[in-house]
């Protein structure tokens, strides 16, 4: 099934893509360097709609189980 992702205004940035790179520890500033065609007020966007998103159902998810996932795919990888 082909699923639409939510993208940021005017590009082609999934926000659950900046969602998964401020959970694993990046800064928005980290951020901004890689993407600089995005504005501070679009990531504040995106946490927005995350916050929203999470009133609408509850997902489980492990901490350990998620840190050590994406650990053994090789963590996200950052644009260069």
């Known amino acids: 099934?082909?699923?639409?992702?939510?993208?940021?205004?005017g590009q082609r940035i999934w926000v659950s893509l900046i969602l998964?790179?401020?959970?694993?520890?990046?800064?928005?500033?980290e951020v901004l360097e890689d993407y600089p065609?995005?504005?501070r007020d679009d990531i504040?966007?995106?946490?927005?709609?995350?916050a929203e998103m999470s009133r609408e159902?509850?997902?489980e998810i492990?901490?350990?189980t998620w840190r050590?996932?994406?650990?053994?795919?090789?963590?996200l990888q950052r644009r260069s």
């Not at 099934?1 to 205004?9: E, F, S």
């Not at 504040?44 to 995350?50: Q, S, V």
């Open 1 to 9: 099934m082909l699923r639409k992702a939510l993208c940021i205004r």
């Open 20 to 29: 998964d790179f401020l959970a694993s520890g990046m800064s928005v500033e």
């Open 37 to 39: 065609g995005l504005s």
């Open 44 to 50: 504040l966007a995106c946490i927005a709609y995350g």
């Open 57 to 59: 159902r509850y997902v």
């Open 62 to 64: 492990p901490v350990e």
């Open 68 to 75: 050590n996932s994406y650990a053994e795919q090789g963590g």
